[in-house]
């Protein structure tokens, strides 16, 4: 499934699409696409089709089939499921709610 060697691995989107989503301990859905900022490349974000309604990501942009757009920022890969980080989820819409807002580039913002 994923290749590599130490801590550097080779994870590519057949690995990643499908993947579950969990916050607080709870799967919360899974991973469907990514997002890539047209100008560098990195991925921005991780297009998630929700299992169920979910306050914490309520707050987040969703794409045209209605998924949820989770930050990059606030999630990691974990013995193959994507933990989503509440702390720096909070932190995020603290910063959207105060007027501060943050740019993944190409056509995602963080409002």
């Not at 994507?82 to 105060?98: D, Y």
Request: one cysteine or more; proline letters at 3%.
């Amino acid at each position: 499934m994923y290749e590599g060697s130490g801590d550097l691995m080779n994870v590519t989107l057949s690995d990643i699409e499908g993947t579950k989503v969990i916050l607080r301990g709870r799967e919360v859905g899974e991973v469907k696409d990514l997002v890539l900022a047209t100008r560098t490349g990195r991925i921005i974000a991780l297009a998630v089709k929700p299992l169920r309604k979910v306050d914490s990501l309520e707050f987040l942009p969703r794409d045209q089939r209605g998924n949820v757009l989770v930050p990059a920022s606030v999630a990691v890969l974990r013995e193959g499921t994507i933990v989503i980080s509440e702390g720096k989820l909070k932190v995020l819409l603290a910063r959207r709610n105060s007027g501060r807002s943050e740019t993944g580039g190409g056509s995602c913002r963080w409002r």
